[in-house]
């Protein structure tokens, strides 16, 4: 099991200080909702994409504590399938699939995903299908089931594997959600969604604020917040690279701390990536290449962690994210992209180790680049950098840092 921020007694001392308060709001009045006692889940965004042969569909899943003690779950492994009208199954293809939100397998679990009393977090799910052939009759109305379970912390800095939570959800097809229990009872009532969905958004999922008590994106284009990280996109610029035989993404994005502590935080390398308006993939580069997508933050990996961006409370910086569409050649291009990445808190210990903690499923929806931020292949000397600085990176040309 994976080092965590916070041990299980502290988890045990907090629970105790807590006053048994009323619990949070439910399911009540919101789309595609399933909640039991202690968890309300809420897909919030569900989308489809393709990517070669595979057809693609992303979920976010908005999970809130609804008990007066902190809650820690993981995604149970095996647990994630879509299904169509047609009976095509739509699979979780590898653990990188899952974002935000620990894994548990037959032999070990992740205790990352913790959340505090009324707390709420994402988590993300990639679900893959690949057709036999040209043949295959696509469904256009999908079902959703996935089960979380419960990560209980136990005397001796120990945890127990608890309560399992059965999610489905259903009627992603236009005409609202129904978001049942297991047994099949109906959690929250069919609710159409009030706002206009893009091309590849589905539209049972539900507009759901992005944010925690405090509703701070309200109101806010190219916001999303969790916890103490608010992330907000400050610039978008998309246009062709290679003499057009690709199409890029660059994005200049603001990560700010909320809280009143100091704290650190990492990309998870590979997880930065974007659908545009017609369902078309951007990726951080080629799958099995080394990340060097990223700028300005220090990149996470399985072998080392960089811990160069530390904010103090209420302070912002800057990093730049580029993702790109390969083999574009002359397809139409997509008006506006939703990007995603993952972001890590790190620790520092005394002994001056890095620890990985609590993983932010980041997702800004549906953004469109502004006037001034447009960026044609034979644009500015600082867009033709950036475009050279892709093009190196997807030939090889930069070589991997050293494992620390």
């Not at 919101?30 to 909640?35: F, L, P, T, V």
């Not at 005409?175 to 609710?191: D, L, Y």
């Not at 890590?344 to 890095?354: D, F, H, N």
Request: charged fraction near 20%.
């Amino acid at each position: 099991m994976r080092h965590q921020l916070f041990t299980a007694a502290a988890f045990v001392a907090i629970a105790a200080a807590l006053p048994l308060s009323a619990q949070s709001a439910g399911c009540a009045g919101q789309a595609s909702c399933y909640e039991t006692t202690n968890l309300t889940a809420v897909v919030s965004d569900l989308r489809s994409s393709v990517s070669g042969a595979n057809r693609v569909i992303t979920a976010t899943i908005r999970i809130q504590n609804r008990t007066p003690r902190p809650l820690t779950l993981g995604y149970l492994s095996g647990s994630g399938v879509v299904t169509d009208d047609q009976g095509n199954r739509y699979e979780v293809a590898s653990p990188e699939s899952v974002r935000g939100i620990g894994l548990i397998t037959s032999n070990s679990f992740d205790a990352k995903f913790q959340l505090q009393p009324g707390e709420r977090a994402d988590a993300r799910v990639e679900f893959l299908f690949r057709p036999a052939s040209r043949n295959v009759i696509l469904g256009t109305t999908y079902a959703m089931d996935i089960a979380l379970r419960e990560i209980n912390p136990i005397a001796g800095n120990q945890w127990r594997l608890g309560r399992e939570h059965a999610l489905r959800f259903t009627g992603f097809d236009g005409k609202g959600v129904t978001a049942q229990m297991a047994t099949g009872n109906a959690a929250a009532a069919t609710a159409a969604t009030s706002s206009t969905p893009s091309s590849t958004a589905m539209a049972g999922a539900a507009q759901v604020a992005m944010a925690d008590e405090i509703n701070v994106c309200a109101g806010v284009e190219r916001c999303y917040a969790s916890g103490p990280v608010r992330v907000d996109i400050v610039q978008m610029s998309a246009g062709d690279i290679g003499n057009g035989r690709y199409h890029g993404v660059r994005l200049n994005v603001r990560v700010r701390n909320m809280s009143n502590e100091p704290i650190i935080i990492g990309y998870k390398g590979t997880s930065s990536g974007a659908i545009d308006n017609l369902g078309n993939r951007y990726y951080f580069g080629r799958p099995g290449t080394h990340d060097v997508s990223a700028s300005g933050i220090g990149v996470v990996t399985g072998q080392a962690a960089d811990p160069q961006f530390a904010l103090r409370p209420g302070e912002s910086r800057n990093a730049t994210f580029n993702v790109t569409r390969f083999d574009a050649g002359r397809a139409e291009r997509g008006t506006s992209f939703t990007w995603n990445a993952t972001l890590v808190q790190l620790e520092i210990t005394p002994s001056r180790q890095i620890r990985t903690g609590r993983e932010f499923a980041v997702q800004v929806a549906d953004v469109t680049p502004s006037a001034g931020d447009a960026v044609k292949a034979a644009g500015s000397d600082a867009a033709n950098k950036a475009a050279k600085g892709i093009l190196d990176a997807l030939s090889g040309k930069k070589k991997k840092p050293p494992v620390r």
